[in-house]
Nanobody, 119 residues
Framework: QVQLVESGGGLVQAGGSLRLSCAASGSLFIINTMAWYRQAPGKQRELVAVITVGGSTNYADSVKGRFTISRDNAKNTVYLQMNSLKPEDTAVYYC?????????????WGKGTLVTVSS
């Protein structure tokens, strides 16, 4: 069973930084794409950043230049460095592992970690 466990959320003042981590375990196959999503109260879940096993990245326009996604393939861990945080970054952040093109045939989600940015 594939499991994703996020950590690193918390309360921070506007302008501050946080680093999220997501450790994946249990996969028998390489996780080609890992991503961070977020869901703010009353809003739909949205993609924040994505990274492939080769290191290619893509970001939502709202976080470009402030957030950096990275991964350690040996540890099956993905990170999200969040700088210059804004109150509108407040959300539950979810880790995603795309295993749809493997025999698992689906993607997996962590339970989420809450990030609160105070003004």
């Amino acid at each position: 069973q594939v499991q994703l466990v996020e950590s690193g959320g918390g309360l921070v003042q506007a302008g501050g930084s946080l680093r999220l981590s997501c450790a994946a375990s249990g996969s028998l196959f390489i996780i080609n794409t890992m991503a961070w999503y977020r869901q703010a109260p009353g809003k739909q879940r949205e993609l924040v950043a994505v990274i492939t096993v080769g290191g290619s990245t893509n970001y939502a326009d709202s976080v470009k230049g402030r957030f950096t996604i990275s991964r350690d393939n040996a540890k099956n861990t993905v990170y999200l460095q969040m700088n210059s945080l804004k109150p509108e970054d407040t959300a539950v952040y979810y880790c995603n592992a795309d295993l749809r093109k493997t025999p698992y045939g689906m993607d997996y989600w962590g339970k989420g970690t809450l990030v609160t940015v105070s003004s």
